[in-house]
């Protein structure tokens, strides 16, 4: 079942703006994570946050995970065309099978 | 360079044709998972394997079988029982929580069209 909701469903941004987009989820977490796929090919992994975490940076990445709104926030910072990509959170539930629910995803476009 | 590899590219399926997809992973992790995705939507989940020999179903099984004979591969077969196959399909595996990394890494997919 998909438990992540991202929103906006699109964004449209001018290159060196910042972009963020949300993730919602129903149910509790062992972790959340945020990807990145171009279009037509496979998602990467860009970062993860604990549930006992609150904040994380990644070069340009910024992510926030608030447990008790039960969301988090994924901003990219200084935007560049190569950021034009649609972006997935997914979490990990707290039983021991390892497997993530994905959102429907951000699509991103970085205007040059 | 370690990675996921899956092959092939593109496939397309007559109707009532049973085809396997290929799923294979030089990373030495023993979790590997199967995803759908349909245009303008997320990841379902097929199947998943966490060890050699053992399997178990995600959200949308139906139609779908896999095997789990080595730890490197993890192949799907879509069978004439889907009636609606026509999807890109993800392969990812990803370490097993305590041996270090837990993110997944894809393959870049599988794109199936029924004709």
């Known amino acids: 079942s998909q438990q992540g909701e991202e929103d906006p469903q699109a964004l449209s941004i001018q290159e060196g703006e910042n972009a963020t987009m949300n993730c919602s989820y129903k149910t509790s977490i062992n972790n959340l994570q945020w990807y990145r796929q171009n279009s037509g090919r496979g998602l990467v992994h860009l970062i993860l946050i604990r549930s006992n975490e609150r904040e994380k940076h990644s070069g340009r990445l910024r992510v926030t995970l608030d447990t008790s709104k039960k969301s988090s926030s994924l901003l990219i910072t200084a935007s560049r065309a190569a950021d034009t990509a649609s972006y997935f959170c997914a979490t990990a539930g707290r039983s021991n099978d390892y497997k993530l629910s994905f959102g429907a995803g951000t699509t991103v476009t970085v205007r040059a | 360079d370690g990675g996921i590899t899956q092959s092939p590219k593109y496939l397309f399926r007559k109707e009532g044709q049973n085809v396997t997809l290929s799923c294979e992973q030089n990373l030495n992790h023993d979790a590997m998972y199967w995803y759908r995705q349909d245009p303008g939507q997320g990841l379902r989940l097929i199947y998943y394997s966490q060890i050699v020999n053992d399997f178990q179903k995600g959200d949308i099984a139906e139609g779908y079988s896999v095997s789990r004979e080595k730890k490197e591969s993890f192949p799907l077969t879509v069978t004439s029982a889907q009636k609606n196959p026509t999807a890109f399909y993800l392969c990812?595996?990803?370490?097993?929580?305590?041996?270090?990394?837990?993110?997944?890494?894809f393959g870049s997919g599988t794109r199936l069209t029924v004709v």
């Open positions: 990812a595996s990803s370490a097993i929580p305590g041996q270090g990394g837990y993110g997944y890494t």
